[in-house]
């Protein structure tokens, strides 16, 4: 098995925690679990991991980087917005039942 399959299927699984997250929030549209530092944390960790990938031509690393930054700015986003701003996003994403 190549290195690079080992780099994506890390990848992937990391994805799916980020998503399950996500999902949550949109769910629920409760983001008080939320803590904003540690999402500012790992948005800052996942440019740096994302630079450094460029750095080394490692699509392994730069792909699900990018894709996690992405999420994680997408969470924070969501925690910082009035609610109502948030419910009408989760509403379009994801309708809640009748």
């Known amino acids: 098995m190549s290195t690079q399959v080992i780099g994506f299927f890390a990848a992937a699984v990391t994805l799916t925690g980020f998503v399950a997250q996500v999902w949550k929030i949109l769910r629920t549209r409760d ?18 991991w994302t630079v450094y990938g460029v ?33 009408a996003i989760a509403d379009a994403l994801v309708p809640q039942p009748s």
Not at 32 to 37: A, G
Not at 65 to 85: E, Q, Y
């Open 31 to 48: 983001t008080s679990t939320v803590v904003l530092p540690t999402w500012l944390l790992s948005a800052l960790a996942f440019s740096v």
């Open 55 to 87: 750095l080394l031509g490692e699509w392994p690393i730069i792909v699900p980087n990018v894709l996690c930054f992405l999420i994680t700015g997408f969470i924070v986003a969501l925690k910082l917005m009035p609610r109502k701003s948030r419910d």
